[in-house]
């Protein structure tokens, strides 16, 4: 109906798919960005900073039902092997479960608006993928503050487990 199947996204069934696609249609040209998109869903984190010091970061509260959909398809990827799970199990590990859960509905949110106005398919890269990126970017963030502490990262054999 809308071009592209929605479904092919974790966590996202056909339910969840048609409350989306009936609140907010298959036109997306009345959202410049997919940040007014998840500003309008309700999903974007709220920026009240005084003096430079963040006063508060939570999201509005907005009765929206694609938002309500989007937030109990982030809840289901708990279990999902897909890298959209795994992103959703590291921010839960960093943070309570409200706020992962907005914040995995909010990049459901942005996969979704990017399908509806380039019109590509949705592919998983797979956990191991992601948590491969994750990994790369760990390793590139500690080799960049050693140089800036003007020392270098040796990396050694990983040790043999014996079972």
């Not at 003096?51 to 999902?80: D, E, F, I, Y």
């Not at 992103?87 to 907005?102: E, G, I, W």
Request: contains cysteine; positive net charge; hydrophobic residues 40%.
């Amino acid at each position: 109906m809308c071009g592209v199947d929605l479904t092919r996204i974790d966590g996202i069934d056909v339910t969840t798919a048609l409350v989306v696609v009936s609140e907010i249609g298959t036109d997306m040209s009345r959202f410049p960005t997919d940040k007014h998109f998840a500003s309008w869903l309700g999903l974007c984190p709220g920026t009240k900073i005084t003096g430079g010091k963040v006063m508060s970061s939570k999201t509005k509260r907005c009765a929206n039902r694609a938002a309500q959909a989007l937030r109990l398809a982030a809840a289901a990827l708990r279990t999902s092997q897909s890298a959209l799970g795994a992103y959703f199990r590291r921010l839960c590990a960093r943070m309570d479960k409200p706020k992962a859960v907005t914040a995995a509905a909010h990049k459901l949110a942005r996969l979704i608006y990017s399908m509806l106005t380039k019109g590509e398919e949705y592919t998983d890269q797979g956990q191991a993928y992601y948590e491969e990126r994750y990994r790369q970017r760990v390793l590139h963030n500690l080799n960049r503050r050693a140089q800036q502490l003007g020392m270098a990262l040796v990396p050694t054999a990983p040790a043999v487990q014996t079972a």
